[in-house]
């Protein structure tokens, strides 16, 4: 549909730099087949067994920490919140060192909005890349998402202090992406790209991701990411790893498998419809329930590209809800 641009994009009326370009000309040839997950460690996340209290424990056959997350997924890339304060910070982040040091792996750093400006941010950057316990760490970063926040992070001022920083680590925004023009706004400014969430715009997220191919074929590095924290399945989670294979994203922010039980939320039916339309993606974890299918840091896309849309499967809520809600004052109402 987007190879054969039957949705009739004109990007050159949302970018006027690509001119008369159709999307066939700068997307990749064909989607991925498959992505790894990078597994986003938050401000609050254990990141080790010892870290979790007694009392916080849940036994729901998933991992629950960062090192056991690591061990049973054979995770690559990772995402690592920042609370821009340099105690806190650096403490937690030489923990993440140590658990990553035997591993093959790449790092983003989430600056969350939490920086008041880009000098501060600079001088957290210096001070931790001279810190002999994260300079291993230090190396395999390969970008900073959003350290200032969206209220300021486009300003003139902020972009003057990006362009007298010129070997700061390449830095993206996520928050600030909020119209269509930010992106192009942000690299003039100096950063280095943007990250596509499905939540942002299917339309724009495939025109900025054409911009930042044109650029990049020009000579500038820059860089599109994928970010969704807890997309869930069976539906919305499919559809943006369709966009992510589409735009050739090869690492996307992916942690709703840890922070729900797969789709044991959801009736047996529709988990068991989900395996088998796509049976790539998910898998029935040995308690029984459909989760995502996570070898060596990766999940399949062959199953969500064949199917229109990402979505094989059609649920119908509507039986569900209707047992749910029996002997009660609602009743079942007919589609439209």
């Known amino acids: 549909m987007v190879a054969t641009n039957r949705l009739g994009l004109r990007l050159g009326e949302i970018y006027s730099e690509l001119g008369g370009a159709q999307p066939r000309d700068l997307l990749p040839a064909a989607p991925l087949i498959s992505c790894f997950v990078r597994h986003t460690v938050g401000l609050g996340d254990a990141l080790s067994p010892a870290d979790i209290p007694p009392g916080e424990r849940v036994d729901d056959g998933l991992p629950q920490d960062l090192e056991s997350s690591i ?8 995402k690592v919140k920042l609370f821009a304060d340099a105690e806190r910070d650096f403490a937690r982040l030489r ?18 909005e939490n920086f008041i400006n880009f000098e501060a941010f600079r001088e957290f950057w210096q001070k931790a890349a001279g810190d002999p316990a994260l ?7 390969i970008l900073v998402e ?13 972009g003057a202090a990006l362009r007298a920083w010129p070997d700061r680590p390449r830095l993206i925004i996520d928050e600030s992406d909020g119209a269509v023009g ?25 025109a900025n991701a054409c911009l930042l191919e044109k650029r990049r074929r020009d000579g500038e590095r820059v860089v599109l990411t994928g970010e969704d924290l807890c997309n869930l399945g069976p539906v919305a989670l499919l559809q943006d790893l369709a966009m992510v294979a589409l735009l050739g994203i090869e690492h996307v922010e992916r942690n709703g498998h840890h922070y729900y039980r797969g789709l044991s939320l959801w009736p047996a039916d529709w ?9 790539d993606l998910y898998t029935r974890h040995r308690d029984g329930f459909a989760c995502l299918n996570i070898r060596g840091g990766r999940v399949a896309l062959g199953s969500v590209n064949t199917a229109p849309l990402g979505v094989a499967p059609l649920f ?9 809600k029996e002997g009660s004052r609602f009743e079942r109402q007919p589609m439209p």
């Open 182 to 206: 930010d992106l192009s706004r942000a690299l003039a400014l100096g950063y280095a790209g943007t990250s596509h969430k499905n939540c942002k715009g299917i339309v724009k997220g495939i």
């Open 95 to 112: 923990e993440v060192s140590r658990l990553l040091e035997r591993e093959t792996c790449f790092v983003t750093l989430d600056g969350n």
């Open 271 to 279: 988990q068991d419809a989900a395996l088998a339309a796509h049976g």
């Open 316 to 324: 119908d809520p509507l039986p569900h809800v209707a047992s749910a």
């Open 146 to 158: 959003q350290p200032v926040h969206r209220d300021r992070a486009l300003s003139d001022d902020l």
């Open 71 to 78: 061990r049973e997924y054979g995770l690559r890339y990772f």
């Open 135 to 141: 300079r291993e760490l230090w190396r395999r970063i």
